[in-house]
């Protein structure tokens, strides 16, 4: 059992920024996130374009936003579940919140600040009949450690960023060529990464298939080949140890909404007048997932609420105790080990 003062869900730009404003006040945090990486709807999203409206910034690339948030929560040691999604929160009888997640990582703390954005990224599904029996046997959606990968005969699925850049990343990194399997030969990823592909291709390190979509997957207790579909072509199939399908993520609420919190419009619904906490006391949702009169769904306006939110975290987890907000410009940034 992790536990910390404040469990947040959501390692997007709010998520991290309450790490900072949580470390001023000397109270811990751990974050949870559905995607493998820190950095929400910026990372997964939009990383290379450049944002305007953060203060104090005329213009920094989204990537880069992430990258500075995460140095400036470091100070204070956040702990990160990454690659899981937060399923269930139960009440225990002191007051704590226990949260577990998909792959059963449990966290307790007395507070939780939902910072989910639009929702956990869920992966897009192909629509093959077989393919839940695959999943996990085989059927990768995510690659959440790349070692893992490591000698076995893999195929990627898809034209965009994602797909393009883990195809390359396995045919530099491994000694096996790697599949790559897309619809077109229209792709939608960076013209950096379609050039690349295409020298890799060249060298015999990509075995690329456009016009082509795997259409089913063969196997008994876990993936042995997948059939592919080729324009004007017979289908054929091919070996594999791992079909990864990455055809994108799409945000759904998701388990959240299934936790006794009042919702409106798939959001959570907070007490904008204090503290942004929801109608479980002790749980406040924060940044895009949360709504109330005026809501506009901004990165600042969450930097804004997170700021306000960790206020009352502080007196339920130090009833007793009282917090003097001081500039940090007159006590600088005590960080814990
Ligand atoms: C193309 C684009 C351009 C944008 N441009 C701007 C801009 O210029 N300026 C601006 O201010 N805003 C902009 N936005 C909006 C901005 O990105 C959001 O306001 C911001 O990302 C919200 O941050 P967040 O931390 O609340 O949520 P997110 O960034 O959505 O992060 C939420 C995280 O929570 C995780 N999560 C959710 N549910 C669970 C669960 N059950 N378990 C585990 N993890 C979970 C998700 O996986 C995700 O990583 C833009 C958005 C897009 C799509």
Redesign the pocket.
Known sequence: MIQTDIII???????LFTVFEAGLMKLRCHL????PQAG???S???PK?P???IPGFPSILAGELVDNLLKQAAPFNPGFTLGE??ETIEKHKDGSFVVTTSEGTQHQAPTVMI???????EPRKPKIETLAQFEKKGVEYMVREPEAFVGKKLFVSGGGDSALDWAIYFAENHDIPVGLVHRTDMFRGHKDSVEKVYALQAQGKIDLYTHAEVVDLHGTDKLEQIELKQKDQDNIKVNVDYWLPLFGLS?KL???GDWGLEIEKNAIVVDNSLDYQTNLPGVFAI???NTYPGKL????C?FHEATLAVQTAYKIIHPDKRFTMKYTTVQGIQGFE
Request: charged share 15%.
């Open positions: 869900i959501g390692a997007g730009p709010v998520g949870i996130d559905a995607i929400g709807q910026l997964e999203i939009y374009k944002i305007y409206d999604r937060a910072a989910g954005g639009l929702g956990s990224f945000p998701g388990p959240i940044g895009d997932v769904k901004l990165i600042l969450g």
